[in-house]
């Protein structure tokens, strides 16, 4: 667990406070418009932090507009500034760009070479120490700092028993991440406004970084599998290389690197990560959907039809009940079952509950409500009538808080 907590906007980060919620936004960052309707999307979708690229003058000139039209919509989610090669040059050319955004990302593999690096280095983390600025020392397996990885090699040629290339690769993502966080500090960045991370795309790789990270790091862990890939193997993998390493206590903020399907949203990213976090027990984010696999006892078409529109209802219902002021809803657990093996008693320990009674049946279930069987539910509307219970559920159990 890090030492240190970090602020960032309305937002406290580390030291065992809740893992939080990252995503980046893929949009020009010079289209002010879009920009600002997907950081707008992300946010209420659940990111808790957005990031967006600043890559040339026409993205940093954007950055404040963007900010202006952010919280304008009253949105007051902190915005972090993506910068590689030239960020010494825009934060020193467009102050108005530093001042909008709450942190900035840089990546020490791609900050120049030889006296350069370590000069735009120190230009970046003086402007942020100006500028009270969160600054992420963000290393990635794809952009690792050359010369120290050549040095690293080379001093591992001399040892007696040398490490594999993969393993010194390994550590120097871990030395490059630590080295310019000593020397952030060491410029005047206090411990408290650095965030550290070092991503990379395969899961056993990303295990062995984050562990010494997590041996040798006093700083708040941003914690992510870099190009995790698209759909279920993206998913899958982010979720077993995060679950392993949050359930030992590594990583204060997740991001969880997805590919977008072709017309997929953005926000599939939150929803993943919020899901990883909600099934370790770490955070409630959503009503949960308990729903079987379904087998040869139901009629499985019905039933996993009610557990998509029930989880799609939930989803999209959920921030309008927050709106209205509604509390506690996150931890509402609703079951869709298919069958009575285990239905009933899921239904029982579920908040609401419903469950069909096997195959081949009429259109029809059974409800439970808090552990008791309160009636049936059939016909072709029976779907829409169990989400009408829950709705009638929510208004009854959490307005006003719980
Ligand atoms: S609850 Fe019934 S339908 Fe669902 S998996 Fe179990 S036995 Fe099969």
Not at 29 to 40: S, Y
Not at 96 to 101: E, I, K, V, Y
């Amino acid at each position: 667990m890090s030492d240190c907590t970090v602020k960032i906007g309305d937002l406290v980060i580390g030291k065992g406070r809740p893992v939080a919620v990252q995503s980046m936004a893929n949009t020009s960052t010079a289209d002010v418009e879009a920009t600002v309707k997907q950081i707008l999307e992300l946010a209420r979708a659940g990111s808790e932090l957005v990031r967006f690229t600043v890559k040339d003058e026409e993205d940093a000139k954007a950055v404040a507009h963007i900010r202006d039209r952010v919280r304008e919509a009253g949105c007051r989610v902190p915005l972090i500034g993506d910068f590689h090669y030239n960020g010494h040059l825009l934060l020193s050319k467009y102050p108005d760009c530093l001042a909008a955004l709450d942190k900035l990302r840089i990546n020490p593999g791609n900050v120049g070479l030889g006296s350069s690096h370590d000069n735009n280095f120190k230009t970046m983390i003086e402007l942020a120490i100006k500028s009270d600025k969160v600054v992420r020392i963000g290393v990635n397996g794809g952009s690792i700092d050359k010369e120290l990885y050549a040095h690293l090699l080379e001093e591992n040629r001399h040892q007696n028993t040398p490490k594999s290339d993969r393993d010194v690769f390994l550590h120097a993502m871990v030395e490059s991440a630590l080295q310019s966080a000593q020397k952030a500090e060491e410029y005047g960045l206090a411990a408290d406004h650095i965030v550290v991370s070092a991503k990379i795309s395969q899961v056993p790789d990303l295990l062995k970084v984050y562990r010494e990270l997590g041996r040798r790091s006093k700083y708040v862990l941003h914690l992510g599998l870099t190009e995790a890939g698209q759909g279920v193997k993206g998913t899958v993998s982010s979720a077993v290389a995060l679950g392993i390493l949050l359930n030992e206590g590594i990583g204060d903020t997740i991001r969880v690197s997805l590919t977008p399907q072709p017309g997929q949203s953005r926000t599939q990213e939150v929803y993943v990560a919020q899901e990883i976090l909600q099934s370790m027990g770490l955070r409630a984010f959503l009503p949960q959907v308990v729903s079987c696999p379904g087998c040869g006892r139901t009629s499985s078409t019905l039933f996993q039809s009610i557990a998509l529109k029930v989880s799609e209802y939930l989803r999209e219902r959920f921030p309008i009940w927050k709106d209205m002021g509604f509390r506690g809803i996150e931890d509402m657990k609703v079951a869709v079952m298919g069958c009575i093996v285990n239905g009933p008693g899921e239904g029982k320990d579920a908040n609401i509950g419903l469950s069909l009674p096997g195959r081949g049946e009429d259109p029809k279930a059974i409800i439970f409500v808090d552990g008791q069987r309160e009636g049936l539910v059939s016909g072709e509307d029976l779907a829409n009538q169990f989400i009408a219970r829950i709705e009638e559920y929510v208004k009854a159990h959490y307005q006003g808080g719980n």
